[in-house]
């Protein structure tokens, strides 16, 4: 099956902080989503983006399906946004289940 | 998007008991899974539900610990059976809203067995 792998697995931001997180795929997509789970399990979509460039308040994302990676970029960090982020993609030849990578965990400090 | 809602969002349960965990969404849906969530982990798929048949399991879950059912387009059960600490978990239900292609959760139900 297809493998998804995210990086860092961890990473400890300062507030005011920008990053990057990656996702990289091993076989063509036709969907990938960006979730942030908070710290009480909650899994909060923020980015349907299989393909391009999408922009949401301090958050984008960008996703190379050619290359078969994705980023998520996260500008001037506050500590709402802790949690861990997941990487999920849909193969092109499944009929609906999306395969998970291992998350990062973000901790934003004050 | 869709609203789906889950009950109870936690329990703690005994061994060798089973649970119950209801998914209901706000619109008909054709999609729905269930997932699992273990301490520290990412998620993994247990099933599809469907409507109107059984379901569709993934591979190293069986019908026999985790039945599901779908009785109409806007919700599902999914029952842990024979409970064990293992079992413990965050198990999530997702439709997939299908115009968008766009997978959503409901909010989890955080299970712990002692």
């Known amino acids: 099956g297809i493998q998804v792998e995210q990086s860092p697995p961890d990473l400890i931001l300062q507030e005011g902080a920008n990053s990057t997180l990656r996702c990289n795929f091993s076989d063509s997509v036709n969907n990938l989503q960006w979730f942030h789970q908070n710290p009480w399990g909650q899994l909060i979509n923020l980015f349907y983006i299989p393909s391009g460039t999408k922009q949401n308040g301090r958050l984008s994302a960008t996703t190379v399906a050619t290359e078969r990676y994705s980023l998520l970029y996260i500008s001037s960090s506050q500590t709402t946004d802790s949690g861990v982020y997941f990487c999920?993609?849909?193969?092109?030849?499944?009929?609906?289940?999306?395969?998970f990578g291992a998350g990062t965990q973000v901790v934003v400090t004050p | 998007s869709a609203v789906i809602s889950q009950k109870p969002s936690r329990d703690i349960c005994q061994r060798g008991t089973s649970l119950t965990i209801q998914c209901q969404v706000d619109?008909?849906?054709?999609?729905m899974f269930w997932y699992r969530q273990q301490p520290g982990q990412s998620l993994t798929l247990i099933a599809t539900?469907?409507?109107?048949?059984?379901?569709?399991?993934e591979s190293g879950f069986v019908i026999d610990k985790f039945p599901i059912s779908r009785p109409n387009l806007t919700f599902s059960t999914l029952t842990v059976s024979n409970m064990s600490p293992e079992d413990s978990s965050i198990y999530l239900c997702?439709?997939?809203?299908?115009?968008?292609?766009?997978?959503?959760f409901g909010p989890g139900t955080r299970l712990t067995v002692l």
């Open positions: 539900a469907n409507q109107g048949s059984e379901a569709t399991y």
């Open positions: 997702s439709v997939l809203w299908a115009f968008y292609n766009e997978q959503f």
């Open positions: 999920a993609v849909k193969p092109t030849d499944s009929w609906g289940k999306l395969q």
């Open positions: 619109s008909q849906v054709t999609m």
